[in-house]
């Protein structure tokens, strides 16, 4: 996941490539009729545990970013969360000081 998001221009920081953040946790869900899941079975709550990925990107990349992750995620409907953030740095301020 992290490779292909990164491909796809997700986590450049300055002189950085694939930056990323990651938390694990518990994921759970029940699959309802007509689902496929990759991970339990229809109509039965299923808790797994799953690791929630941050990473920056251009605007511009947001379609690029989520269908690469989309075409290597194992889940049927991965759930994703995009939202624009200022990762600027203030006005005279140098990453590289």
Do not use: W
């Amino acid at each position: 996941m992290r490779q292909a998001i990164g491909d796809a221009g997700a986590g450049r920081l300055g002189h950085y490539s694939h930056c990323s953040f990651s938390l694990d946790g518990t994921g759970k869900f029940t699959p309802l009729p007509g689902a496929n899941p990759a991970v339990g079975v229809v109509g039965s709550p299923e808790e797994v545990l799953e690791t929630r990925i941050e990473a920056i990107y251009p605007r511009s990349r947001r379609n690029a970013v989520v269908a690469a992750a989309l075409s290597v995620h194992p889940y049927e409907t991965p759930a994703f969360m995009t939202f624009p953030v200022d990762a600027s740095l203030p006005d005279g301020a140098s990453s590289l000081e």
